[in-house]
């Protein structure tokens, strides 16, 4: 099934209705994003988006070994890939991937781009906080944390980089400068967390953000017994 929106180009092994909203999901996803101040690197490029039904069709193209979705460029088109019925949220994983192509990330160090890629993925539209995913929330709070050090210097090739935390860590960190730096996300970088290892230390600092992983975890139950009341 084909689809062709404004910006994207959705060829999806679906029905029509669902890769009708992938296009629909994308664009939604591209007008945040520019509303925060993150555009596409290569805007006069089409962009192309291939869904596969599942994990089995998407393999002789999977970039990586864990990953069910990725984003790439090449000289005259980008591309998302993505494994529709796959672990995880699919409508989440597309925001991830369009995030991906706002930054420069070849040029990122892995935690900061990936941490960057989901904060941006959870935004909305209306200057809203982002949403808390409390599957992240709680997996952070439930298992041991990969020392704070080797977030930061893992390169794409190294084990932390497949370590369980790494994820929901980056992504924490990227959320939590973004809150108390008080600059919009976009002026965010790696070195400010890097800053703060220095000021603190590695188990001040990891105290520090377990605590705003609590806080997180309170604010999203709260919004949710409002919602209920
Ligand atoms: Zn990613």
Known sequence: MEVISERFHVVADLDADTARRIATHLELTADTLESLGF?????????SVIVFDGEEEFGAYRVGTDARAFAAYSED?????????A????WQALSHEWAHLTTDFKALPPWFREGLADHLSLARGDGLEPVTPTNLVNALLSKYWLPIDQLL??????????HEQFYPQSWLAVSW??????LPVREITPYMLQGRLLASGMHELEVQLRAYASELQLRAASSRSARRA
Do not use: K, S
């Open 39 to 47: 555009y596409v690197r290569q805007p006069e490029l089409p962009v």
């Open 77 to 85: 088109r980008l591309y998302i890939a993505i494994a529709w019925n």
């Open 87 to 90: 672990p995880g949220d699919p």
């Open 153 to 162: 210097r893992a390169g794409d090739e190294d084990a932390a980089r497949r």
């Open 177 to 182: 400068l973004a809150e108390t730096e008080g």
